[in-house]
């Protein structure tokens, strides 16, 4: 059965500090699609990225990076010179042939808090 | 463009009682998810509607039902509350079917509260 493990429960950084989010994920499926949400104190999902199992690249917006490692099924968040605005639950969600691609499995969340 | 939209946005509930929670998506979506969230077994999906039909199912007992109207409006009922049905119920809406293929938004959701 797929899993997303999202072993960071919360972490806290000083603003302008880099941080990085990990995601492991399994799946026995060879095509699959990997997602970063965040969720604001509002409550309210807000997509981040979707990337298919067959694009290894990584990808940069603004202050956003994602690292995506299918030798060790990790799809890593790093958000450099964070800010206040930041700070919020991360969730990292997979969805496969298993879910029939109609579903998301997410983590646990990571909270992250940037303090001023 | 107006977003996904829910009501009622906090609600509370005696164990036994029924409820039904209401999801409005975005214009055009013809999908609808929705997802329960609780802090013990995290983001949990429920079921989805696509044209009327829910085309999948989660893990949840049939005191959780749907449905999808015409307009793509969706319902969400859970009958016979439990306290453990207490949760924040988040709706998704997506241009179609196999929503994960497409963005999915999601909507502020209903805090559900079971005394």
């Known amino acids: 059965a797929q899993k997303v493990t999202q072993a960071q429960t919360e972490i806290s950084v000083v603003e302008k500090e880099d941080v990085t989010l990990d995601c492991v994920y399994e799946t026995r499926d060879t095509t699959y699609y990997l997602f970063w949400y965040k969720q604001p104190p509002s409550g309210e999902l807000v997509f981040l990225i979707r990337r298919n199992s067959f694009d290894e690249q990584n990808e940069i917006s603004g202050r956003y990076s994602w690292n995506f490692q299918k030798s060790t099924s990790s799809f890593n968040f790093t958000i450099t010179a964070s800010q206040v605005v930041d700070s919020a639950v991360y969730f990292c969600?997979?969805?496969?042939?298993?879910?029939?691609?109609?579903?998301?499995?997410f983590g646990k969340g990571t909270m992250l808090l940037v303090s001023p | 463009k107006a977003g996904v939209t829910q009501t009622p946005r906090y609600l509370i509930k005696t164990r036994g009682q029924q409820v039904t929670l209401s999801c409005s998506p975005i214009s055009g979506h013809r999908s609808v998810s929705w997802y329960q969230q609780t802090p013990g077994q995290g983001l949990q999906f429920l079921f989805e509607?696509?044209?009327?039909?829910?085309?999948n199912k989660g893990n949840f007992p049939g005191r959780f039902s749907g449905r999808q109207f015409s307009n793509s409006r969706s319902e969400m009922n859970v009958s016979t509350l439990e306290l453990g049905d207490s949760a924040l119920y988040l709706c998704?809406?997506?241009?179609?079917?196999?929503?994960?293929?497409?963005?999915?938004?999601f909507g502020p959701g209903t805090r559900l509260t079971v005394l």
């Open positions: 998704a809406s997506s241009l179609a079917f196999l929503a994960s293929y497409n963005e999915q938004f």
């Open positions: 509607y696509f044209s009327e039909t829910q085309r």
């Open positions: 969600a997979l969805s496969d042939l298993n879910s029939g691609y109609s579903t998301l499995t």
